[in-house]
Nanobody, 120 residues
Framework: VQLVESGGGLVETGGSLRLACVAS????????VGWFRQLPGNERELVAT???????AYAASVKGRFTISRDIVYNTIYLQMNELKPEDAAVYYC???????????????WGQGTQVTVSS
């Protein structure tokens, strides 16, 4: 499966962005999906997950501010980000198949990512 992220940009602290991730295949009804983010020199961090059954989970740092959702008809995953903080700035990636090995998240389906910049 190929994934293409979009929706990043520059926003002020406290602002909002909605990221989108379009999948090349109809996977959202059968696969869990997730949003990750990465700062230069850091490992990818798991931000939010959404199971095929619709259950969600969030990193403590974003809980209550970010919302993951999906549109199965359009094979699209969204990440609504509200109350953005400078520490949320990163490249955001989505994935439909990943594993945690040796402290690193690995996936055969990383997209190119989308940059989120938050000005203070």
């Amino acid at each position: 499966v190929q994934l293409v992220e979009s929706g990043g940009g520059l926003v002020e602290t406290g602002g909002s962005l909605r990221l989108a991730c379009v999948a090349s295949d109809n996977i959202l009804s059968t696969n869990a999906v997730g949003w990750f983010r990465q700062l230069p020199g850091n490992e990818r961090e798991l931000v939010a997950t959404l199971t095929s059954a619709g259950d969600t989970a969030y990193a403590a740092s974003v809980k209550g501010r970010f919302t993951i959702s999906r549109d199965i008809v359009y094979n699209t995953i969204y990440l609504q980000m509200n109350e953005l903080k400078p520490e949320d700035a990163a490249v955001y990636y989505c994935a439909a198949d990943w594993a945690l090995r040796g402290g690193k998240y690995e996936s055969p389906s990383w997209g190119q990512g989308t940059q989120v910049t938050v000005s203070s």
